[in-house]
């Protein structure tokens, strides 16, 4: 594990949205549980990729967390400041360190704003606030702009064009130019290559790879693509229906995985070697993923896991620590 401090600390989180019913007089008659109470630490200049099938609570959980949705409970701590009880003032102070890249990038855009626009906008939020040091002019904000356009492999010279005119990887680059205008300590990227052609992902990877070794940037990672996580990630977690279910060492998940749910994830990916693809056996899962509006009292993969006990059904596991860097939520471990 490394020695640097956790940047961001987040302890038995939970989103429940309401089920609501009824035109005129509405009434709650459930509770959708997308993230369900899941505990995990981010450390500086680390990435931590999250992965799980649709609808586990992976872009939800980095939602709660950056405030865009109010926690049901739990604890969210960025550098020492508890988001989830900040005022408004402390709340838009700590953003300026946390950014987001969004998934879409033709939807994460304003349509009517030029590129210049869009990449200052944070900038000249936070002038108009007084959070910036007030030498500051519109100057050096325009400067700015044409810099971070470079860095991300955009012309200067098309700063004044609308997103409409550029390709859906130069759109993402916008993005992540938009995030980096404050010079944040920390980017929450929402699944930011799963809309771009397989090409074009790798170049994002790329550069993102080279601002955080050049900005020294912390990452939290979305992705369903296995081996986008692992090439981008120092730790993985593993979700399934708003839980975590396994927590690792990059490398250490796909040598040896442990939660079942994972193996099957993992079994799931396709070997860029045919003899050893042909060869190796798929784990197939039975049934469809569970709805997340149920209360559960067990383990939550339960329904669909084939070493299932009767002490799975009624008792939820908790994260075991196998090693220094391995954690799994699994009976099989007791």
């Keep these: 594990?490394?020695?640097?401090?956790?940047?961001?600390?987040?302890?038995?989180?939970?989103?429940?949205?309401?089920?609501?019913?009824?035109?005129?007089?509405?009434?709650?008659?459930?509770?959708?549980?997308?993230?369900?109470?899941?505990s995990f630490d981010v450390n500086e200049g680390e990435t931590l990729g999250i992965v799980g099938e649709s609808g586990c609570g992976k872009s939800t959980t980095v939602r709660s967390i950056s405030q865009l949705y109010k926690p049901t409970a739990g604890k969210v701590i960025f550098n020492g400041v508890?988001?989830?009880?900040?005022?408004?003032?402390?709340?838009?102070?700590?953003?300026?360190?946390?950014?987001?890249?969004?998934?879409?990038?033709?939807?994460?855009?304003?349509?009517?704003?030029t590129v210049r626009t869009i990449i200052s906008e944070p900038l000249e939020i936070y002038r108009h606030r007084g959070m910036l040091?007030?030498?500051?002019?519109?100057?050096?904000?325009?400067?700015?702009?044409?810099?971070?356009?470079?860095?991300v492999g955009l012309s200067?010279?098309?700063k004044n064009r609308y997103p409409h005119e550029f390709s859906g990887g130069q759109r993402q680059r916008i993005g992540i130019a938009r995030a980096l205008a404050l010079n944040p300590k920390m980017i929450l990227a929402d699944e930011p290559v799963s809309a771009l052609d397989v090409s074009i992902q790798s170049q994002i990877l790329n550069l993102l790879h080279d601002l955080q070794d050049e900005f020294g940037l912390t990452y939290m990672f979305i992705a369903h693509d296995l081996a986008v996580i692992e090439y981008i990630s120092t730790r993985i977690a593993v979700m399934y229906?708003?839980?975590?279910?396994?927590?690792?060492?990059?490398?250490?998940?796909?040598?040896?995985?442990?939660?079942?749910?994972?193996?099957?994830?993992?079994?799931?990916?396709?070997?860029?070697?045919p003899t050893i693809e042909q060869k190796r056996q798929r784990i197939i899962l039975s049934g469809d993923v569970p709805s997340p509006d149920v209360e559960r009292e067990g383990c939550y993969f339960y329904d669909r896991c084939k070493y299932r006990m009767v002490k799975c059904k009624t008792n939820i596991p908790p994260m075991k620590q196998m090693n220094t860097d391995h954690a799994v939520a699994c009976w099989l471990y007791e």
């Design 1 to 38: 594990m490394t020695d640097k401090k956790p940047l961001l600390e987040v302890t038995d989180l939970k989103q429940h949205f309401p089920i609501e019913a009824g035109f005129i007089f509405k009434r709650q008659i459930g509770t959708v549980r997308a993230v369900d109470g899941i």
């Design 82 to 113: 508890d988001l989830i009880n900040a005022s408004k003032e402390e709340l838009l102070d700590a953003r300026k360190d946390m950014q987001m890249i969004f998934q879409d990038p033709y939807a994460s855009l304003n349509p009517r704003m």
């Design 133 to 151: 040091e007030p030498t500051i002019t519109k100057g050096d904000i325009e400067n700015r702009v044409e810099d971070l356009m470079e860095r």
């Design 156 to 158: 200067r010279a098309f």
């Design 241 to 273: 229906l708003g839980k975590i279910m396994e927590l690792s060492r990059s490398g250490d998940l796909y040598k040896n995985p442990l939660h079942p749910y994972t193996q099957a994830l993992l079994s799931a990916a396709p070997i860029p070697d």
